[in-house]
């Protein structure tokens, strides 16, 4: 199948390309990668009358960190989230999730913001960047506003977007000292999006305690979702067998995942739990929480 005739705008500024969001409204499509919106124009799910290319758009490429923030523009490409060197060192559950994200033909070419505003409930990002509290930097011709992730995604391919709005970056938190983290996933195949995925971040004192986790589990809700009560059982303790127990019971009982073809509601909860377990122990342990057990050894 090839798409239905469109225009096609490349501007050169995020100012030109905001003005034509507002100028086109509805029926714009904006293209980044297009590693998601490319198929469904040839299959005609999509037709938009209007595309708006954004790779010329120096602004949005980049990433770099200033103070205790890890600034990523949207045109941030996937490839670069797994590689790059300052993306492991101040955000390394990004560059722990990324290599999920379908096979290296697609990250090569798939964008973040292009995955975030695309908000498939199965995509690795939205979830990790829900658990890292990040902050989405959208624009438009009326000026600059931030969007916290929790409130940034919606429901099922829906964002807090407005038509004429542009995500233009994401700004994530510096991991903390001995901060540790881990991203799991269950999948049919390889670079398939995810049945059930989840990403830990734990931060841990001298003595091993956990004094921070925060936790999100992705591909069991419209939206991806964070685990506030397994995240309150962490803090104060260490995830002991006993521990881990009680986080698997709490993650499955709070879920109520929508009905899929791939896998049912009880798979996804009973999976969800032992991920979010198996996730904050790796975690836990990479943050140096496992030292006093090294010693007593």
Same mark, same amino acid.
Request: proline share 6%.
């Given at each position: 199948?090839?798409? +239905?005739?469109?225009?096609?705008? &490349?501007?050169?500024?995020?100012?030109?390309?905001?003005? =034509?969001?507002?100028?086109?409204?509805?029926?714009?499509?904006?293209?980044?990668?297009?590693?998601?919106?490319?198929?469904?124009?040839?299959?005609?799910?999509?037709?938009?009358?209007? =595309?708006?290319?954004?790779? #010329?758009?120096?602004? %949005?490429?980049?990433?770099? !960190?200033?103070?205790?923030?890890? &600034?990523?523009?949207?045109?941030?490409?996937?490839?670069?989230?797994?590689?790059?060197?300052?993306?492991?060192?101040?955000? *390394?559950?990004?560059?722990?999730?990324?290599?999920?994200?379908?096979?290296?033909?697609?990250?090569?070419?798939?964008?973040?913001? #292009?995955? %975030?505003?695309?908000?498939? *409930?199965?995509?690795?990002?939205?979830?990790? =960047?829900?658990?890292?509290?990040?902050?989405?930097? !959208?624009?438009?011709?009326?000026?600059?506003?931030?969007?916290?992730?929790?409130?940034?995604?919606?429901?099922?391919?829906?964002?807090?977007?407005?038509?004429?709005?542009? %995500?233009?970056?994401?700004?994530?938190?510096?991991?903390?000292?001995?901060? @540790?983290?881990?991203?799991?996933?269950?999948? +049919?195949?390889? @670079?398939?999006?995810?049945? !059930?995925?989840? @990403?830990?971040?734990?931060?841990?004192?001298?003595?091993?305690?956990?004094?921070?986790?925060?936790?999100?589990?992705?591909?069991?809700?419209?939206?991806?979702?964070?685990?506030? +009560?397994?995240?309150?059982?962490?803090?104060?303790?260490?995830?002991?067998?006993?521990?881990?127990?009680?986080?698997?019971?709490? !993650?499955?009982?709070?879920?109520? *995942?929508? *009905?899929?073809?791939?896998?049912?509601?009880?798979?996804?909860?009973?999976?969800?739990?032992?991920?979010?377990?198996?996730?904050? &122990?790796?975690?836990?342990?990479?943050? @140096?929480?496992?030292? &006093?057990?090294?010693?007593? +050894?």
């Amino acid at each position: 199948m090839k798409p +239905a005739p469109f225009g096609y705008h &490349r501007p050169a500024t995020i100012a030109e390309a905001v003005a =034509l969001l507002d100028a086109l409204q509805d029926d714009v499509k904006v293209l980044a990668g297009g590693q998601s919106l490319v198929p469904l124009m040839n299959f005609r799910l999509s037709v938009p009358a209007e =595309l708006v290319d954004i790779n #010329g758009v120096a602004e %949005l490429a980049g990433h770099a !960190v200033a103070g205790d923030v890890l &600034r990523l523009g949207a045109l941030t490409r996937h490839h670069e989230l797994e590689h790059s060197a300052v993306v492991r060192g101040a955000a *390394p559950l990004l560059a722990l999730a990324a290599p999920y994200v379908g096979h290296p033909q697609i990250r090569s070419m798939g964008t973040l913001g #292009g995955s %975030l505003s695309h908000a498939d *409930p199965a995509a690795e990002l939205p979830g990790v =960047l829900l658990a890292l509290d990040a902050r989405m930097v !959208v624009t438009s011709a009326r000026g600059e506003r931030v969007v916290p992730a929790a409130e940034f995604f919606v429901s099922h391919f829906t964002t807090a977007l407005e038509p004429d709005e542009l %995500l233009t970056a994401v700004e994530v938190p510096v991991a903390a000292e001995r901060t @540790g983290h881990a991203f799991l996933e269950v999948a +049919a195949r390889y @670079g398939d999006f995810a049945l !059930v995925g989840a @990403g830990a971040a734990v931060t841990v004192d001298g003595d091993g305690v956990i004094t921070e986790a925060r936790i999100a589990c992705t591909s069991v809700a419209p939206t991806p979702v964070r685990a506030g +009560a397994a995240e309150a059982l962490l803090r104060g303790a260490t995830p002991n067998p006993d521990v881990l127990a009680e986080v698997e019971r709490a !993650v499955a009982g709070a879920l109520e *995942p929508t *009905p899929e073809l791939k896998a049912s509601a009880a798979y996804k909860r009973r999976t969800a739990g032992v991920l979010v377990a198996r996730a904050v &122990r790796t975690a836990w342990r990479a943050a @140096g929480g496992d030292t &006093r057990e090294e010693k007593a +050894a």
